[in-house]
């Protein structure tokens, strides 16, 4: 029984890895209309990196992997908005 528990840990913390950056990337589009593609795919990118680490130093557990990567996602991707966007 405890075999069958640790692949299911490992299925689901995989999956939740790049779902994080996906669902962060779909919220951005919907959240900010003025979103440009390089900037959510840089905000994807910037949260695989950033869970790549988090999976590597063990720093939490993978139940919290989804909402960092749409955290790191939203940020990013919004911060690159601000700095590029044109001045009126």
Do not use: D
């Not at 919907?30 to 979103?35: D, E, F, P, Q």
């Not at 994807?44 to 590597?56: E, K, N, Y």
């Not at 992997?65 to 966007?85: A, D, H, Q, S």
């Amino acid at each position: 029984m405890e075999s069958s528990k640790a692949v299911v840990e490992v299925a689901l913390s995989i999956a939740s890895f790049t779902y994080g950056g996906l669902l962060g990337t779909f919220l951005l589009g919907l959240s900010n209309k003025k979103i440009q593609q390089n900037h959510a795919i840089a905000g994807f990118i910037s949260a695989i990196v950033i869970m790549s680490f988090i999976i590597f130093f063990k720093v939490v557990a993978w139940t919290w992997f989804i909402l960092i990567g749409v955290c790191v996602t939203l940020f990013v991707g919004n911060i690159l908005e601000m700095l590029t966007r044109k001045p009126k």
